[in-house]
């Protein structure tokens, strides 16, 4: 923990903790994915900076909350019992995985094992979605256009198809928005 507590940057930091957690936690039967703004930092590669890691499990049934505190306490997490502070950071475990996406999870190499990250064009849809409802939010626009931009620059690859795909679902309902937000992301790109 010394290790990653001593890394300044928090991007790095983040990255090696979301590792360990994994690790920790598949180790113990229960697999974490990265969902969020957690992956959309990942992704952008701390062009954008969530301040947590949220993560979701990939299995149908619960993991019991004494052995989540107790596979935390392994780290020296204080809080719980499904939001931790650890190394500066806060983890938070937020129940299963919601994907309607049909392309792969992500995966990230840390230096203490690999992280999955929900699939990107599901990350983009729901920032999106996030920038347009219930209102407009200007902070939550920045996000989602910084997000679009690393993807149409190919920093993170997408499958577009799939992206237009989310976006029409009724559970989402922003093709039309995502579309003014990926061309708000090209004219910045392209200045």
Do not use: H
Not at 39 to 47: I, L, M, R, S
Not at 52 to 70: E, F, N, S, V
Not at 120 to 146: G, H, N
């Amino acid at each position: 923990m010394q290790e990653i507590e001593g890394t300044s940057n928090l991007l790095e930091r983040a990255l090696k903790l979301a590792g360990l957690v994994t690790r920790i936690f598949t180790e113990a039967g229960w697999p974490l994915v990265v969902v969020g703004g957690s992956a959309v930092e990942f992704y952008t590669e701390g062009a954008y900076m969530s301040g947590d890691i949220d993560l979701c499990r990939r299995t149908l049934a619960p993991i019991p909350l004494r052995q989540a505190q107790d596979l935390m306490a392994q780290l020296g997490a204080t809080g719980g019992p499904r939001s931790w502070k650890v190394a500066g950071l806060f983890v938070d475990l937020l129940g299963l995985l919601e994907n309607e996406a049909q392309t792969p999870l992500r995966t990230v190499q840390t230096p203490y094992g690999p992280v999955s990250l929900m699939p990107a064009e599901l990350a983009l849809v729901e920032r999106t979605l996030m920038a347009c409802y219930p209102q407009p939010d200007p902070a939550a626009r920045a996000v989602a256009r910084k997000f679009m931009a690393v993807c149409l620059a190919g920093t993170t690859p997408v499958d577009w198809n799939e992206v237009a795909r989310l976006a029409a679902l009724s559970s989402f309902n922003v093709a039309r928005e995502l579309e003014e937000l990926k061309r708000e992301a090209a004219r910045a790109n392209a200045s």
